[in-house]
Structures are given as C-alpha cells and as structure tokens.
C-alpha cells in the first residue's frame, strides 16, 4: 500500500530551498555527500530536513549509522518534489520565451593559458546569435559539485573527476616551471633541480601540486618542502618570493596572468622535471543540451 502524505493545513514554513535539500539527500542517500553538492555543511542540512519533517508531520528519512534510506512518505514526497522543483526552475525560461537563445552556465579557472583565452573568447562570440552564456569564475576545486548540484551546465577545469556522472575531456596539457625572484638565478634561461638546493618549495593550488611522490624528491636532492606553506592566488606566491628563498610552479605560457615584471621575478623551465598542468572540459554525462557547444569549445583546445 503507497503511502500519502497529508499535511498540516497550515504548511508555511516549506519553502523551494527545502525541497531542494530534500531532493539532495534522496539523490545521495547520504547526508556529507549531499551537503557537499549543495556547498554547505552537514549540520545546516539536517536541521533543515527536520524542518520539513516537522511541518510535514512525518520523517521522510529512516536514518542510522550506516545507512540513510528514504522513508515510505519520502518516497511518496520524492516524485511531488520533483515536480514542483522542474516547474520553479523552468520559470525564468518560460517567462523569457520570446529569446529563442540556449542559456550556457560555464565556469572558467582562475588561470587559463593566453593563446587559450583568446580562442575561447572568440569561440563563444562565434554563439552569439544561438546561446547566451553565463560566465562563472571560480576555483576548478568546485566546479565539480557546481555541475552536479545542476548549477552550472559546463566547466573548464584544472581538475578531472572520475565520477560517472560526468564526462571529461582533455584540452591541453602545459608544462610548468620555476617562478623565482629575479636576483636568484640572474642571466638564467633555465634550471635544473640540483640548482634548487636549498630552497623552499612553495606549495600552490591542489591542481598543479606536485603530490606526495615529487615532494619526496625534492626532499631527497635537499629541496625543503614546507607542508604548512601554501598561496591560493599569484599575488600570495609574489609575497612569498620576495621575503623568502622560495620557489613557486606555475604554468610557463601564463606569465602574462601573472603580471610579473621582468625585473623582479622570473619563469624558468625545470630541465630535468617533466611536470604539467591538465585542462579539462566537464559535462554532465547524459545532458546532449551542449553538444554544439562542446564540439567548438573542442576545437579551441590547442594553444598557439
């Protein structure tokens, strides 16, 4: 026998964003999984499903250490929530009707290599009379969980995902190098590890850290590896170099992102380390919404 719910008569409190958090735990069937993909905490998210609970006058969830599983109303609420949730998004399409364009959420890095930029630029203007894109600066770290919470539709990242949920395709790979204050190593067009004896090992961004294994190495040739020291942005690793005898990794063709002068910093290639920073394109696996979209974006991976 299905169950039905029936509500207090006075359900105020449920709001869309209840539904929405709703929806996330059913999906994940597990509250850290699900409180990630909205980009909150765990505590928040059960507060607010005993909210629901409560106005709903029922648990929607048979909850314990191991295992969270929908309830014979949760079940009964998913389709419903569902339906409500489709009908509240599609609102802004409906009432926009009359543009005929394809909206396109896409995320980009915080550093995106020059002759990339440009081509991607010219990629979407070449859109202009078919999609309206939405352009979202953000770090490649949350871009996956933006593009299966359905917040974004495409993602140009520093990061692959192996979950199945979404495809990844491989753009490019750059090399990296060594950014060094100028004074260091003067009339240098390149480097090898033994010059770097000595030096600190300024940690950057998860996607071109060096991983467990390269830090070994460079412990191994006396290069001091600092666990606690990490910069998020180029303007943190400038600070570092200038007050520290340090070197950072950055990709080489990005000098320009960087705004470095000449004068006082410098990018050299590392002879004898084959390290590299991946760009990838990320799509949610069953949405073909994009295919002309992805197919030209495709194209424009190759740097000049």
């Known amino acids: 026998m299905s169950t ?117 630029g010219e990629s979407i203007r070449a859109f202009e009379d078919s999609h309206r894109f939405t352009l979202r600066q953000m770090p490649s770290l949350d871009m996956e969980s933006a593009l299966l919470s359905n917040s974004l539709d495409l993602a140009i990242s520093h990061l692959g995902t192996s979950d199945n949920r979404l495809a990844t395709i491989v753009l490019y790979r750059e090399p990296l190098g060594v950014v060094v204050d100028a004074t260091r190593f003067p009339g240098r067009t390149a480097l090898t590890l033994a010059d770097l004896r000595g030096f600190s090992y300024i940690q950057g961004p998860r996607h071109w850290d060096l991983g467990a294994r390269r830090a070994e190495q460079f412990a191994e040739l006396g290069i001091l590896v600092d666990q606690g020291t990490q910069y998020s942005d180029p303007s943190g690793l400038l600070v570092f170099l200038r007050s520290t005898k340090g070197f950072g990794l950055v990709p080489l063709e990005s000098a320009a992102a960087f705004g470095l002068h000449s004068g006082e910093f410098a990018i050299l290639p590392i002879q004898d380390l084959d390290a590299r920073i991946t760009t990838y394109l990320i799509r949610r696996a069953t949405d073909d919404r994009f295919d002309e979209v992805v197919g030209v974006l495709r194209q424009a991976r190759e740097p000049e």
């Open 4 to 120: 039905v719910i029936t509500p207090p008569s006075t359900l105020r409190s449920v709001e869309m964003h209840h539904l929405r958090y709703f929806l996330a735990v059913a999906r994940e069937l597990n509250f850290t999984r699900a409180a990630r993909s909205l980009n909150m905490s765990v505590p928040p998210l059960s507060q607010r499903i005993r909210a629901l609970e409560r106005e709903l006058g029922e648990p929607l969830f048979d909850r314990s250490t191991h295992h969270t599983r929908l309830s014979s109303a949760g079940e009964a609420l998913l389709p419903l929530a569902e339906s409500v949730v489709v009908q509240f998004d599609a609102i802004p399409a409906q009432i926009s009707a009359r543009d005929r364009r394809t909206d396109v959420r896409l995320a980009i890095p915080d550093l995106l290599n020059p002759a990339h930029r440009r081509r991607l």
